[in-house]
C-alpha cells in the first residue's frame, strides 16, 4: 500500500474518527478527551466538545448537523455543529469562506473569482479597496 498524504502528528492517540457524507470534514476523538473538527487535508479547525474519559467513539447524524460521543467511562454526549457562513462586501468585490480553509474573492460585475488557499481555520474576512484581511 502506498500513502495518500503526508504523515501529521497530531499530539494525542485517536480512537475513532467519522467523515462527513461530502468527504470534506472528519471528527476525530481520542486519548486527549475532546472531539476535534479537521478538515480531509489534515488541518485541525476546532475543538466540537471536551469529555472526562478518552473518547473512543464519534458519528454525525448529516441531517441535523449533530455530533455525538462516547467515551471510556460509559457517558454519551451531543453537539449541534454549524458551519456559520463568513464573508465580506467592498462595492462590487465580495468575499466569502470555502472549506472553512479557502476564500474565494468574486467580482460580482464581471463575475470572475480567484480562490486562496489558506490552509488554515478562517473565522472572519475582510475586504476594502485592493486589500483583503484574513
Known amino acids: 500500500m502506498k500513502p ?3 504523515e501529521k502528528d497530531i499530539g494525542f492517540d485517536p480512537c475513532s474518527f467519522y467523515f462527513y457524507p461530502t468527504g470534506e470534514y472528519m471528527l476525530m476523538g481520542g486519548s486527549n478527551k475532546e472531539i476535534t473538527l479537521w ?3 489534515g488541518v485541525k479547525l476546532g475543538k466540537i466538545g471536551e469529555m472526562r474519559d478518552w473518547v ?3 458519528a454525525v447524524n ?3 448537523k449533530t455530533a455525538f460521543a462516547g467515551c471510556n467511562n460509559g ?3 451531543a453537539y449541534e455543529v454549524d458551519f456559520l457562513k463568513v464573508h465580506g462586501l ?3 468585490r465580495y468575499a466569502y469562506r470555502e472549506h472553512l480553509t479557502d476564500v474565494i474573492i468574486q467580482h460580482l460585475v464581471t463575475e470572475t473569482r480567484v480562490k486562496i488557499r489558506c490552509r488554515d481555520y478562517i473565522k472572519k474576512i475582510a475586504i476594502y479597496k485592493d486589500r483583503l484581511a484574513v
Open 4 to 6: 495518500v498524504g503526508a
Open 39 to 41: 478538515n480531509k487535508e
Open 56 to 58: 473512543w467513539s464519534v
Open 62 to 64: 448529516p441531517g441535523t
Open 75 to 77: 457517558a454519551l454526549a
Open 90 to 92: 467592498y462595492q462590487e
